[in-house]
């Protein structure tokens, strides 16, 4: 497959799956798969949310003082321990208007849609495939996040 019909069908497929189907065709070339659909045979349709809990704001304070414009700044003081976001196909995009920080969104968002596609978030790393641990890149307060992909049959 040349260059240029690739990226044609891969826009197509990506713009349909926004769209909210499990299954994306593109002039009949099926290039995005739900696994998890294929597994629940049998009629049943699943669908995926993806669970984002804060674990830890951690905060320091030597860095902050040594390098930042305000050495007091503290933990981020956007999010909370134990804050929880649920994240479907119709508020990933729309996750950032107000609700979440926009560097720590640019960090974890992949995997988020990966959970959302049904993939799987960190295979071999994680002692679940369904769940990984990521953080913001914020060196002198960082924050901690949980990301759990939740299966849901209709």
């Known amino acids: 497959m040349d260059r240029r019909k690739f990226f044609k069908l891969t826009g197509v497929s990506a713009l349909a799956m926004t769209a909210g189907s499990n299954y994306s065709f593109a002039n009949g070339a099926e290039l995005f798969y739900d696994r998890a659909n294929q597994a629940a ?6 669908t995926h949310k993806c669970k984002i809990t804060v674990l830890k704001r951690k905060c320091y304070q030597d860095l902050q003082k040594q390098y930042l414009s305000n050495p007091d700044a503290g933990p ?22 107000g609700k979440f920080c926009a560097e720590a969104w640019d960090c974890i968002s992949r995997y988020v849609y990966a959970a959302l596609q049904g993939g799987s978030i960190m295979r071999g790393w994680t002692n679940d495939e369904k769940m990984m641990i990521a953080c913001c890149n914020d060196g002198t307060r960082p924050v901690i996040f949980k990301l759990e992909r939740i299966d849901e049959e209709e």
């Open 41 to 46: 045979g049998k009629g049943k349709t699943v």
């Open 76 to 97: 981020c003081s956007l999010f909370y321990d134990g804050q929880e976001f649920l994240v479907d196909r119709s508020n990933y995009f729309h996750l950032l208007d």
